[in-house]
């Protein structure tokens, strides 16, 4: 980060950030990448590239763009949204099939398709491939785009034993964060093809994301895209180990057969606590785990979690389960 360019990204280039792009694009598989300061910022301006002109998007309802968003895709680009029903973030292909529909007098018409892998809500989970080229495939048909919310596509990646562009193979657009468990301090980056980014950087402009001289931010996006890939391995053996535990404790906690990558979603609707109350009882005692919703944890591991941080999480779960 110190030896960055200070170039103007909004005009005419920052050195640093041209050569995180280029990399970005080349690990997706695609013609050309975007910087941008945001997941959330990086899925906006993709539905904006796409689907400008309003029309539906079609997305699992679980989906983060759907339920953390903020309801952008609505307020910000205008676009109108059914949520379809999935099984572990995977979206039902029949119901997508019924839903899918051209733009006629009577119908407004599907704009853009998106996936999501892995998934946030479904704690982790990662699309198949074989999902992913038949969503693809369908919206293709249909002469309709498909974006992938890939905030962690390196982790699915990992999980699946392919490189990322095997996954973005799948998808017209893809977005993937730096940060995260890629572990840079901040950004992400959109990659498509040249004129999709071209359009997509226009957009970046509008909504205010365009960060000027951004070179050391990018340069610890370059060390995430080139030295924390491998690891998330780790990340992904110790969120299984944390499962296992709290398996141990009450197997109606979680399974950790449902634990691909490096998020643990815990199901506390069953004791006392609400998952709010867990996550405040939990914090009390040093470990961080946020409520997903009223009945379920989240907890994630990332580089600075190891073997003695999962075995004290385990103890503290455990001394609060007992009341202690
Ligand atoms: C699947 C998914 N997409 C997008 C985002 C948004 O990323 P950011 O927090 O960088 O805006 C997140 C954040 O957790 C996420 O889990």
């Known amino acids: 980060m110190r030896e ?17 792009e280029a990399l970005a694009a080349e690990r997706t598989g695609k013609e050309a990448g975007a910087f941008m300061p945001s997941g959330t ?12 002109h309003g029309g539906e998007v079609l997305l699992e309802s679980g989906a983060h763009i759907l339920n953390s968003e903020l309801g952008g895709i609505a307020g910000l680009v205008g676009a109108f949204h059914k949520g379809i029903n999935g099984n ?10 019924e839903k899918i529909r051209p733009m006629t007098r009577n119908n407004l018409g599907t704009t853009l398709v998106c996936m999501e892998t892995t998934h946030n809500r479904a704690g982790g989970a990662v699309l198949p491939l074989a999902h992913m080229k038949a969503v693809y495939d369908l919206a293709h048909e249909h002469e309709v785009p498909a974006h992938t919310d890939g905030a962690r596509l390196f982790n699915a990646a990992v999980a699946l034993g392919v490189e990322a562009k095997e996954i973005a193979q799948y998808t017209d ?14 950004g992400s980056v959109l990659c498509g093809s040249k004129t999709f980014i071209e359009r997509a950087r226009t957009f970046r402009r509008m909504v205010g994301g365009n960060m000027r001289q951004a070179g050391p ?3 610890a ?15 992904h053996a110790m969120a299984r180990r944390l499962a296992v535990g709290l398996h141990k404790i009450d197997a109606r906690l979680c399974d950790p057969h449902e634990v691909e990558t490096n998020l643990v979603r815990v199901d506390v609707s069953f004791t006392s606590r609400s998952a709010a109350q867990w996550s405040a009882a939990l914090a009390q005692k040093g470990i961080a785990a946020s409520p997903a919703d009223p009945r379920s944890l989240r907890f994630v591991t990332h580089r600075h979690v190891g073997d003695g941080e999962i075995d004290e999480a385990i103890a503290t779960f455990t001394n609060v389960w007992k009341g202690e």
Request: charged residues 25%; contains cysteine.
């Open 4 to 20: 960055a360019s200070y170039g103007d990204d909004s005009r005419d280039g920052d050195a640093t950030v041209m050569k995180l």
């Open 41 to 52: 910022m990086t899925n906006l301006v993709a539905v904006l590239a796409h689907a400008q």
């Open 88 to 97: 572990r973030g995977a979206m039902d292909i029949d119901e997508l099939r």
């Open 173 to 186: 657009s893809v977005g993937f964060c730096v940060s995260k468990g890629l572990s840079a301090p901040v």
């Open 217 to 219: 931010l990018a340069a």
């Open 221 to 235: 996006g370059i060390v995430a895209l080139e030295t924390m890939v491998n690891r998330l391995k780790d990340d």
